[in-house]
Structures are given as C-alpha cells and as structure tokens.
C-alpha cells in the first residue's frame, strides 16, 4: 500500500508523474505558500471542540479519515449512520461558529 503512496510524491515515484506532490516547504516563495498557524491561545473553544473532537471519535470507533474510505466505498453502516451524523455535526459547528461572530 505505501508504494502505491509514493507514486504520487515528487522524487519517490517509480513512474514519472506530473501531478505528483510536492512539499510545500521545498517549494521557492514565489511557487507557493505554506500557511502554518501562529494563534498559540488556548481558550475554551478550542478545549470544548477537542473534546467534542475525541468523543465523536470514541463513540464511533473510527477516525474520520478512514470512515470516509469505508463510506465511499460503499459500507451501509458508514453510509446510513457515519456519514449524516458527520455532516450535522459540521453543519451544527458552523452554525455555532456563525452565532459567535
């Protein structure tokens, strides 16, 4: 599986590939820009959404990037209870996100 990973890497593809990826970081300043955030606060939100974070987590038992693999793959237990409950929990944060601005 990793080999396959690697195509898609400039510098580590057995093939050629024009649409491999390349780190931002190796990249010249004029070529494109890595944003890394500076904000250092830690305040409740940021607590509060980490802990909703990790609940979420527990309670399914699946990290959400492989849950959407298996959803896209076509899972029914992904697709019919994962997947909506991924998306009102992305629309509610949204919209508490909105209410405080």
Not at 8 to 28: E, I, R, Y
Not at 43 to 69: K, S
Request: hydrophobic share 45%.
């Amino acid at each position: 599986v990793s080999w396959i990973g690697y195509q898609f890497v400039a510098g580590h593809s057995t093939f050629k590939n024009p649409k491999a990826l390349t780190c931002p970081l190796m990249m010249k300043k004029s070529v494109g820009k890595f944003n890394v955030p500076t904000n250092k606060v830690i305040d409740a939100n940021l607590v509060f959404g980490e802990a909703l974070f990790g609940l979420g987590w527990g309670i399914g038992g699946l990290c959400p990037g492989p849950a959407l693999f298996l959803a896209g793959a076509g899972f029914p237990h992904m697709l019919f209870r994962w997947w909506p409950s991924f998306f009102v929990g992305s629309w509610l944060a949204q919209k508490m996100k909105d209410r405080q601005s």
